[in-house]
């Protein structure tokens, strides 16, 4: 009998370990809302994807606002709070037009082709057809532009965001992340080794004013700088063109980029994203510098990037390499970066024991699996990243 009263105090108290872990924790009344804004992948509906996301949403809020360091950090003790309605971006219907020619295409292939073949090859074709679109800065410049849009009507209201990016929408969550966020301080622009007359022009008119932190976007968007075919960003060769433009860069920025203080963070899941831009390692490129002054803001301004992939997804791909401030600390562009909370890490080999071929749908199936694994990644990610879990062996 005293075995049995032993065992079960044991199993009474587990049980309540268990339900505190989940238990939301106390949020003001007037709690700032922070919205998430889920952006699909590739061959999706509306409803479809209305579908999903609500299937899933529930979960985050109450995943997120149960967890302690989220509630610390993200939260701020509560005052702070996940919005219960999600926010959809939907843009498989700005694809319509060249899916016709894909679709014209695959119903020709079905009178030679095995029901195997034709559903690999439909399946394989609208996914890359999706992704390989909206890489392209010509397709991805106005659902950038509508992005923005949202993410400053909500700032308007009071709100902030979390940008979440599937599949195929994590390469425009990754395009807005460094081409909208203002990470680039134009003040310091002043190259000596730029030695080009239209580059020593821009830089001596930038040295006699003051200006905002922009972003990429503002600055192409104002024709200030170009990008060439050589994986370079060039000035303006027209001095006239310089000249009249350059104060208006500020108008620039408050157009285009994100506004101060806006956006917490981005997950992206089931990303592809290595597979489709695998050149932003390469040391020296403006591709690389842009992600490292990305990661530079992330870090000086309590952001958070997180990568989600389960292990099994063939789609998914890890990042290169997972960053530690002492490491990025290491390179010149970030040496004097100054950490304000904010952290990047990937978490590619979550478990899913659903089979491959479904693995990459699987975020969708469960919610609170799925939100578990963001929370998971959240607290293992910030103690990487700051060196913390080594400081605990």
Known sequence: MKRFIIAGLVCFLLSNTAFAKDEELPIKSDAKPIDIIYIHGAYETK????????????????????????????????????????????????????????????????????????????????????????????????????????????????HEVILYGYSAGSLLTVQYMTNRLPIININEMYNDNDTSYTGKYLYSLIKHRHFEPTCLDALKESKLVFYTDNDEFVANPNTQYLKDTIPMLNDYTEK?????????????????????????????????????????????????????????????????????????????????????????????????????????LAYWSSGKKFAKSIVNAYNTGYKHFYGLDEAEK
């Open 47 to 158: 409803e479809a994807f209305d579908k999903s996301v609500n299937n899933v949403h529930e979960d985050m809020v109450k995943q997120f606002e149960s967890d302690p360091l989220m509630y610390k950090k993200l939260l701020k003790g509560g005052c702070k709070k996940i919005s219960e309605t999600p926010i959809i971006f939907f843009w498989a219907d700005k694809t319509t037009e060249s899916l016709k020619v894909i679709d014209k295409a695959l119903a020709y292939a079905k009178n030679f082709s095995s029901k195997i073949a034709q559903f690999g090859r439909e399946t394989l074709s609208h996914t890359l057809h999706d992704a390989i679109w909206i890489s392209k800065s010509s397709n991805s410049r106005d659902l950038l532009n509508n992005l923005n849009e949202l993410v400053k009507n909500q700032k308007a209201k009071g």
């Open 256 to 360: 285009y980029c994100a506004p101060k203080d806006a956006v917490r963070g981005f997950v992206v899941f089931g990303a592809p994203l290595t597979t489709f831009d695998s050149t932003v390692s390469k040391a020296g490129s403006p591709g690389n510098a842009l992600s490292q002054l990305a990661m530079k803001y992330l870090v000086e301004n309590d952001m958070f990037f997180l990568t989600v992939n389960y292990a099994n997804d063939f789609i998914g791909m890890p990042l290169p390499g997972i960053p530690t401030y002492q490491k990025l600390k290491e390179t010149e562009l970030l040496k004097n970066m100054q950490p304000e909370g904010g952290f990047i890490y990937d978490d590619s080999k979550v478990k899913n024991h659903t089979l491959f071929f479904s693995a990459h």
